[in-house]
């Protein structure tokens, strides 16, 4: 990607932070925004069978929800919880898209990548759930094949843009406008069960 692309983009980077028990995403949200995790700790937590079960941690420099963004009404699968003070940069959707649009071969890529990306990752899960559940004999259902797009390692942004908006801003201070989150949902304990 060039670097003018690049600065464009973290010139509509918004700077945030989440004090701890925020939520930052809610399951089934659809996602409109990727989260760059600068400082402190996001937890992703499984809360779709009347339990919170943690399914990963993602720390400083992680981020997320950056193929989701590019594939439409996308949603979130688990919820994302700020487990410290965290400070995350966002890149909204309509940002994304006001300036890809002036690049449409680029976007055109990047939602190719984004399209092989889930796919692998759909493909990867499900083998996974047929081998463990084929280890214990038991038959495979819906609900555990639908663990897609949350995890996993692809990036779809080249690792040199996501180190030059990492480095462009230790903070991302400048960068649009800033907003503190401390309203804890009351709704969720929060105590959190390893998987």
Known sequence: MDDSIIRQLCARVTHEVYLPACRIVRSGDVCDAMYF???????ILDENQNIELCVEILYENECFGEVKLLL???QYRFSYIARLESEVGVLRREDLDDVMSNYPVLQGDLMDKA???KHHRNTRREEEEQSKLKE??????SAEQNMNLELGSDNLFEARSLDYL????????????QKLHSQIDVGSTHQLKTK
């Open 166 to 177: 990492k480095s462009t801003s230790k903070s991302f201070i400048g960068y649009g406008e």
């Open 72 to 74: 439409p009404k996308e």
């Open 136 to 141: 214990l004999g038991i038959a495979n259902t």
């Open 37 to 43: 995790i600068k400082k402190g700790e996001i937890v």
């Open 115 to 117: 399209k092989k990306i």
